[in-house]
């Protein structure tokens, strides 16, 4: 029987800055993984049981031991990083300090079909074992990275082994897969989509518009070429040039002086109609204390999307794609309150001057047809969800329900204390930012720094709450964030600081409690009350910290008597 596509269900939305999907790796017992969606990553990695210095996540950490079929990849030609002690390694290190090392194996690898279990079939897939992290892959709730960015026989990403799979199983034509990611949440990856085949075979495209992708380069990251920008039909007078397409950003960046020419006309523009319906525009040179310029509703009203301009990109091939201000304008908070989703960033080591993230991508199928020749496809759902089975363009086998909020892990102890109080705003480039309880958690991708290269300087501010993640890479792909914040470079991805959607996690702090025998009580208590203030402090400066302590507890709860 010929193999049909393999749907995988996603989760996160824009509020949290993340989508992910849930796979399960390994057999007999497949035990679940939450990989943050990235286009613009190679690698594919999770957090392994032998990891001394890793974080929590939303699941344990992968143990290899339990699984029958995981074999560590040996050195030599098969070798997708760098052998070490005859063991195939890799180390991915990123500009804002965050990092991922340890040992490659390979696995069978299962996608979640969307009812809570693994999926039919599995794949063979090579998988980096984290056994140590830093920084924001630490931090972040997901318990690792999901590359699809171009493969090579040297790097194999997931879209390459997985349509592997395919053509071995008899969909010969499997050449591309696709993506939708809902703003409300949740979304859908497909691999193996019919339509391109069809295309291809001299079918018709429908209402899918096709522009030419970019898939070589020694950076290997999908891209197009962007002409224009307009803001209610009026271009703007700038170059952009090319951009890259990567779904673990949760902003769309562009070249500084196009970010100042679009904030200009989109206020120009509102300052004309009564602030599009009474809105308060940023004021000149204020941001939100996590980094963001937001338009506040008047007197605490909801503010009116459908009187702001809708933005128009111009791609190669006169491809229009309308950018509406539900995707460029991020609620915050509360309805009366919309930051840009947008920011500035410098040229890119790979020479792309915009990067296209989730708020670009958003409410809108792209087919990344693998070719040749090479394409992209951009279809929206006018009124309808396009990512649900029946849109115009959909290659999903199973519906796809809006899913449910996932548990947070409870956190415990200092690290939780300071997790719910980190407020200041961090930047991640390259894993998406989230917007949790007032504060946005930005995941841009980490840019990778490769051997014998120079680390790029940060430069571009983006706001994130602490524990996000946002850019990966091997590329120094650099874009930063405030001064006082952390830069992301290539691609960070989604972590959480422990604030739900809803609302903030109550925290338990940790408190250090000193125990003491009953006669050593009895006799500490009878000598503080019975000593005077003067010989008590000549006692505690002539005593070891551990008893000062003790006597300072016991002269506490003297006078508590």
Known sequence: MVAGPVSARLHGSMSEGVYYAEVFVGLPSPQRASLIVDTGSWMTALTCKSCKDCGKHLEPHFDNSRSKTAEWIPCGAKCPGRCDKDRCGFRERYLEGSGIEGRWLQDRLHFSNGKGSEGDRSFKANLGCSSKESGLFAAQRQSGILGLAPGSAAKPTMTSQVLDGLRKDGMADASAFSLCLRSSGGGRLVFGSAEASQLRAGGQSGATQWVPLQTGGPHGKYAVEVQGLAVNGKPLSTRLGRAQLDS??????????????????????????NGCGGAEPPRPGAAAKNGLTCWRGRGGQEISLQLFPVLSWKLQSGVQVAWPPSSYLLRQGSEARRCYAFGPTDVLPDGSQVVLGASWMVDRSLLFDLGPPSRLGLRSAEGEDPCSESSPGSSSLLPLPVPPPRPKPALRGKKASLEASSTAPLVLERRSPRFESGQQQQQLQHPRIEEGQAPVAPSVAFPAT?????????????????????????????????????GHQSLARSEEVLSFGGLEVILLVAAVCAASAGILGIFCHGSSRRVSRKWRLCLRRCLLF
């Open 248 to 273: 673990a950003s949760t902003f769309t960046y562009l070249p500084r002086e196009a970010d100042r020419l679009l904030r200009r006309a989109v206020e120009d523009f509102c300052r004309l109609r």
């Open 466 to 502: 602490a524990g996000s993640s946002g850019v990966r890479g091997n590329v120094s792909e650099s874009i930063t964030r405030p001064a006082s914040g952390i830069a992301l470079a290539e691609k960070v991805h989604g972590a959480t600081t422990g604030a739900g959607a809803g």
